[in-house]
T-cell receptor
Framework: EPEVTQTPSHQVTQMGQEVILRCVPI?????FYWYRQILGQKVEFLVS????????KSEIFDDQFSVERPDGSNFTLKIRSTKLEDSAMYFC??????????????FGAGTRLSVL | DAKTTQPNSMESNEEEPVHLPCNHS???????IHWYRQLPSQGPEYVIH???SNVNNRMASLAIAEDRKSSTLILHRATLRDAAVYYC????????????FGKGTHLIIQP
């Protein structure tokens, strides 16, 4: 069964460093998303991406964040200058969106980002 | 925006049916009801969705009230692997919309 894959599974970085989290969405999907989950808290939407541009973004997705689809398969989330509070699980998701009846998002296993 | 309400936690015994309720009294007539779950240390996982009539798939059944103000996710024979947080997700518009996860229902399965 096709799945969303994320790398690395765990990323440790120093505060102020840039990190890039990588995702390979399901191949025929059209919409791509990033979410984050701080330990013990809710899953929070960050951004959606369609047709090579951002479709929607939340208040969390500020200028420190950017997304890119550099080729036909990868989807990346970049955090320019990490802060301690960026420590969280980051989930990538994708969606074929074949109408509202099939508006289903498929999630990866996540990348745990630890900012020291 | 439509909102959903779920109990914080529920407990059940292994191999017994589990009924997880959700209130969504403000959804509109064309809004689908989606359920996801999150197993420990994993990403959210789609479970089932429906509009008006009851729905079944290999994971679960979804019973939707006639007035659509509530629904119940049914696990027919819970196993220890079904221990997870179950989310009843408010309707989103189109594919661009992010999902809004609440606290969900933490389902505990006793052996």
């Amino acid at each position: 069964e096709p799945e969303v894959t994320q790398t690395p599974s765990h990323q440790v970085t120093q505060m102020g460093q840039e990190v890039i989290l990588r995702c390979v969405p399901i191949s025929n999907h059209l919409y791509f998303y990033w979410y984050r989950q701080i330990l013990g808290q809710k899953v929070e939407f960050l951004v959606s991406f369609y047709n090579n541009e951002i479709s929607e973004k939340s208040e969390i997705f500020d200028d420190q964040f950017s997304v890119e689809r550099p080729d036909g398969s990868n989807f990346t989330l970049k955090i320019r200058s990490t802060k301690l509070e960026d420590s969280a699980m980051y989930f990538c998701a994708s969606n074929a969106f074949d109408g509202l009846a099939k508006n289903i998002q498929y999630f990866g296993a996540g990348t745990r980002l630890s900012v020291l | 925006d439509a909102k959903t309400t779920q109990p914080n936690s529920m407990e059940s015994n292994e191999e017994e049916p589990v009924h997880l309720p959700c209130n969504h009294s403000t959804i509109s007539g064309t809004d689908y009801i989606h359920w996801y779950r999150q197993l420990p240390s994993q990403g959210p996982e789609y479970v089932i969705h429906g509009l008006t009539s009851n729905v079944n798939n290999r994971m679960a059944s979804l019973a939707i009230a006639e007035d659509r103000k509530s629904s119940t996710l049914i696990l027919h024979r819970a196993t220890l692997r079904d221990a997870a947080v179950y989310y009843c997700i408010p309707p989103s518009g189109g594919g661009a919309d992010g999902l809004t996860f609440g606290k969900g229902t933490h389902l505990i399965i006793q052996p």
